[in-house]
């Protein structure tokens, strides 16, 4: 998903356009794109890790999340952009969980995974596994008659006979669900920059 920060939101903003038009420009393109960088980056990381339990440091990486596009005085807009591929469970296990050796069987007793803040699920066939490029993957071992369900919403993906990787929400997918709730505190810091900077271009601050 990709959330735009633009002005339509500041107030009055045709006044200062229609008598300043090149200093208002500059300083809404300068507005947008610090209000992008600080407010609507940290909201985002943080409503996005209320809903769903990312690791520290998890969304300060630009693939996973950042400002994709800058504003300019001639294309009044920003784009915060989230990544938007299944994040892998094995991002919520605990610290220090083992994980399978290759060729040897799965440590007995399950693991335990808390995508949600404050609410841990365990799987009792589940367990940490190796991947290719020394990856760490969050698998189920089904046994004879059984069946992948109950975890639709964890997307099962077969890698081998019985093993399936699972996967929990992507990046994009959380935060299409909390960009409404940021908006009004975007527009009011983008309002608020705005103000300023055009105070400074134009030497009203002097």
């Known amino acids: 998903m990709t959330v735009s920060i633009d002005a339509s939101g500041v107030k009055d903003l045709e006044?200062?356009?229609?008598?300043?038009?090149?200093?208002?420009?500059?300083?809404?393109?300068?507005?947008?794109?610090?209000?992008?960088?600080?407010?609507?980056?940290?909201?985002a990381r943080r409503d996005i890790t209320a809903e769903v339990n990312f690791p520290d440091g998890y969304l300060e990486r630009p693939d996973r999340l950042s400002v994709t596009q800058f504003a300019t005085p001639t294309r009044l807009e920003a784009r915060i952009t989230a990544r938007d591929r299944p994040t892998s469970l094995a991002r919520f296990?605990?610290?220090?969980?083992?994980?399978?050796?290759?060729?040897?069987?799965?440590?007995?007793?399950?693991?335990?995974?808390?995508?949600?803040?404050?609410?841990?699920?365990?799987?009792?066939?589940?367990?940490?596994?190796?991947?290719?490029?020394?990856?760490i993957g969050f698998a189920i071992r089904l046994g004879p008659g059984q069946t992948v369900r109950n975890v639709h919403s964890f997307q099962p993906i077969e890698i081998f006979k019985d093993v399936f990787l699972l996967y929990g929400p992507s990046v994009n997918q959380v935060f299409e669900s909390v960009a409404d709730a940021i908006a009004p505190e975007v527009t009011s810091e983008l309002e608020t920059e705005f103000l300023r900077q055009f105070a400074r271009l134009s030497g009203a601050d002097r």
Do not use: C, W
Not at 115 to 124: C, E, I, L, N, S
């Open 15 to 43: 006044l200062y356009f229609e008598r300043f038009p090149r200093i208002a420009a500059e300083a809404m393109s300068i507005a947008i794109n610090d209000t992008a960088r600080t407010v609507g980056l940290r909201a």
């Open 93 to 135: 296990v605990p610290f220090g969980t083992p994980v399978a050796k290759k060729g040897r069987n799965p440590p007995h007793g399950g693991t335990s995974v808390q995508v949600k803040p404050g609410q841990t699920r365990h799987f009792a066939s589940g367990f940490l596994i190796g991947l290719r490029n020394g990856n």
